[in-house]
Structure formats: structure tokens, C-alpha cells
């Protein structure tokens, strides 16, 4: 006695999980450990097709709502960002007239301007480190009673003509390499760090 034939006249391999039908090999599939004729394979298979689609959608959305958000706050920083500098380097005349008058420790700088070496008294800034050609070397920055910005590396310290030249160092508008650098609101931070350490 035969047994059950599939619809296309070939002996069957088994039953649909789903519907009992009666199916062969190759009009049949597999579904997570069970066998399905093609009806419900293609069902089961569009279904999760469709699962994935929607996850993926929801995370290309996800991902552009971040990337939107982060435009967003790089716009409003970028417009914010001439107020904030102001702000910060309006502090600092009145900051550096109040480490002067205070007891913080200064350091002696020797300083080359105008062609000749000059001594300075200040603070330490910050101290960071430069990848060169012939390999990598600190700089420090300082300043000074009067209010000068120096640099300081390998090659010797540098007077820095004017609060612009430090401000276009520390304003990011060097390459991305330039990592060390600070901006003005650093600045105001550090010297009210310097002044914490007065009483």
C-alpha cells in the first residue's frame, strides 16, 4: 500500500505542521524545526521578512533622529559660540587682576620678545604635547602679570603678540590633530582653579 502523495504526484515526506497537507521535499520547506508546505513557508517567510524590515526601518530612523539631534546642537553651538567666547574673555582681565593680587606661587619666564630675552613672572596654563618630524614634544602655555600669553616647547618660549594669537590656538581653528588645545572658557576655568588654591 502507497502512502500519502504530495499535489504534484510525488510521495510525500511528511505533513504540513500547519494544515496536514500531505507534501514532498521539494514543495515543502523547513520553519525553526518544523516542516511546512510552500503556502505556509511563504507566509511564515513573509511575515518575518516584513519583522525585519520594520526593525530596520526603526533603527535607520533611530539613527537619523540622533544625527538630526547632533546637527541640531553643533548648529546651536556654532551660533552660541561668539557669546560664549565673549562672555569668557570678558572675565579675565578682572580673574588676572585677582591672581596678581593674590599669594599663588608665580614662576619665573624667560622670555624671547622683540629680539631679545626677557624675564616674565606667571602661572602655568596648560601643558600638552605636539606630534612633530622628528617626534612628539610638550608645550606649555602661560601667563603672564601683564596678561601675556607665552608658549612654551622644545624650541624655547615664544611671546604671543596678543590675546588673538592664543585666541585663534585655542578657538579650534587649527586641523583636528591639534587635540591639546583649550578654549577661552578653559581658560577662565583654570585660572579660577589657581585662584582656589590662593586662600
Not at 91 to 107: D, G, H, N, W, Y
Request: positive net charge; glycine residues 8%.
Amino acid at each position: 500500500m502507497y502512502g500519502p502523495v504530495c499535489a504534484c504526484g510525488t510521495f510525500a515526506v511528511g505533513l504540513c505542521k500547519e494544515c496536514s497537507r500531505p507534501i514532498c521535499g521539494t514543495h515543502s520547506g523547513m520553519w525553526e524545526g518544523v516542516r511546512l508546505c510552500g503556502d505556509h513557508y511563504r507566509e511564515k517567510r513573509t511575515e518575518w521578512d516584513g519583522r525585519l524590515q520594520r526593525e530596520q526601518q526603526a533603527r535607520s530612523a533611530a539613527i537619523e533622529e540622533r544625527m538630526a539631534k547632533e546637527r541640531q546642537e553643533r548648529q546651536r553651538a556654532q551660533e552660541e559660540r561668539p557669546a560664549r567666547i565673549a562672555e569668557a574673555r570678558n572675565q579675565i582681565p578682572a580673574l588676572l587682576a585677582r591672581l596678581r593680587a593674590s599669594r599663588v606661587p608665580r614662576e619665573r619666564l624667560k622670555v624671547y620678545v622683540k629680539g631679545k630675552y626677557r624675564w616674565r613672572e606667571g602661572w602655568l596654563l596648560f601643558t600638552g604635547s605636539r606630534e612633530g618630524f622628528m617626534g612628539s614634544y610638550s608645550v606649555h602655555y602661560h601667563v603672564t602679570t601683564e596678561g601675556e600669553f607665552i608658549k612654551d616647547n622644545d624650541l624655547g618660549p615664544k611671546w604671543l603678540k596678543n590675546q588673538e594669537a592664543i585666541a585663534k590656538m585655542i578657538s579650534g581653528d587649527h586641523p583636528p590633530q591639534w587635540e591639546w588645545v583649550y578654549d577661552w572658557a578653559k581658560i577662565v576655568d583654570r585660572l579660577r582653579e589657581l585662584l582656589s588654591g590662593s586662600s
